[in-house]
């Protein structure tokens, strides 16, 4: 069983910038498709951005392409979300999630197995 916890969120203006985190309790080194969710008030969880772990493959959201730039860090068990030129629009509680598989798009939410407690990111006009 993963555990996954998050920080970084935060409250910024318009046009400023982020950095999430997502601690593992375990190596996700590997065979991992891990990645980022957010879900604003009123709203459906959408899909941000999702790596394949064993490749390092990268799959964006069009609405954070050139915006936002997810990594990992395997010595420290972590996924990050860099968040830049941030928009009101980008306001929501962000969740990291993973799942032991392939993965070739960012996908349902449902399909992963992992989540976080999830952060809150509020960006100001």
């Known amino acids: 069983q993963v555990q996954l916890v998050e920080s970084g969120g935060g409250s910024v203006q318009a046009g400023g910038s982020l950095r999430l985190s997502c601690a593992a309790s375990?190596?996700?080194?590997?065979?991992?498709?891990m990645g980022w969710f957010r879900q604003a008030p009123g709203k459906e969880r959408e899909g941000v951005a999702t790596i394949y772990t064993g490749g390092g493959f990268t799959y964006y959201a069009d609405s954070v392409k050139g915006r936002f730039t997810i990594s990992q860090d395997n010595a420290k068990n972590t996924l990050y979300l860099q968040m830049n030129s941030l928009k009101p629009e980008d306001t929501a509680m962000y969740y990291c999630?993973?799942?032991?598989?392939?993965?070739?798009?960012?996908?349902?939410?449902?399909?992963?197995?992992?989540w976080g407690q999830g952060t809150q990111v509020t960006v100001s006009s």
């Open positions: 375990e190596y996700t080194g590997s065979s991992y498709c």
């Open positions: 999630a993973a799942v032991r598989r392939y993965c070739y798009e960012i996908g349902p939410a449902g399909t992963y197995n992992y």
